[in-house]
């Protein structure tokens, strides 16, 4: 601070002049008094303003900036090929088998691995979209910890099956997982959407 400094400068002027001249040294220990006193107040001052204000806007968030990619080509394909979210019901596709992935921590999970069926007679799915709700159960009550929706793309030909898996988007919190079981896991996986583009019928 420059005013910190002046005083700084003005007690050790006063100091040198208290002992050069007996005449000024009782005014000189007077000013140096006051000086002191001064800086001590502008430190205290300072240091209760620095706590008092909030951190500053232009520190970025350590959240993370979840950008949906395969919204944004999807959407552009939608353009192209409107008829593509029609062609295969979503009656016509189902997940079973879901699971959390086997190298998973205790208590939590990373992703899931689910077995995609397309029943389409005719279609091949090339894109779905799911509802994933995650359950902490202890005896009969099952409670939502947490839940995600998205949207993935596929290469599934009618009236077959492919293995998919689907990654737990990471927390907030660096290094935490988003959520920690108490007792034992009931995963909800529920389709929302299909796209089967280009008129992609099984031949």
């Known amino acids: 601070m420059k005013i910190e400094a002046m005083l700084w400068i003005l007690v050790l002027m ?10 000024y040294r009782k005014y ?9 006193l001064a800086i001590v107040a502008i430190i205290v001052f300072a240091r209760q303003d620095e ?20 919204r944004s080509h999807v959407a552009k394909l939608d353009r192209l090929d ?9 009656a016509e596709i189902r997940f079973e088998q879901i699971r959390p992935a086997a190298d998973s921590e205790p208590g939590s999970f990373e992703s899931i691995r689910a077995r995609l069926y ?8 090339t894109d779905y979209g799911y509802y994933l709700v995650v359950q902490d159960c202890l ?12 949207l993935e793309s596929a290469a599934i030909p009618a009236n077959q099956a492919r ?3 689907i990654a737990i988007r990471a927390d ?4 935490l997982p988003p959520f920690k079981l108490v007792g034992s896991v009931n995963i909800i996986l529920s389709p929302t959407e299909t796209r089967a583009f280009n008129g992609a019928a099984t031949p």
């Open 14 to 23: 006063s100091l040198a002049l208290a002992l050069v001249s007996r005449q």
């Open 28 to 36: 000189g220990l007077a000013v140096v008094g006051v000086a002191v």
């Open 51 to 70: 706590a008092q204000t909030p951190a500053s806007k232009s520190v970025p968030t350590q959240r993370s900036q979840h950008i949906d990619f395969e």
């Open 82 to 90: 409107p008829e593509a979210k029609n062609r295969i019901a979503l």
């Open 118 to 125: 397309n029943d389409s007679a005719r279609f091949k799915l």
């Open 139 to 150: 005896a009969t009550v099952c409670t939502t910890i947490y839940d995600q929706r998205g």
């Open 163 to 165: 293995d998919v898996k």
């Open 172 to 175: 907030e919190t660096p290094g």
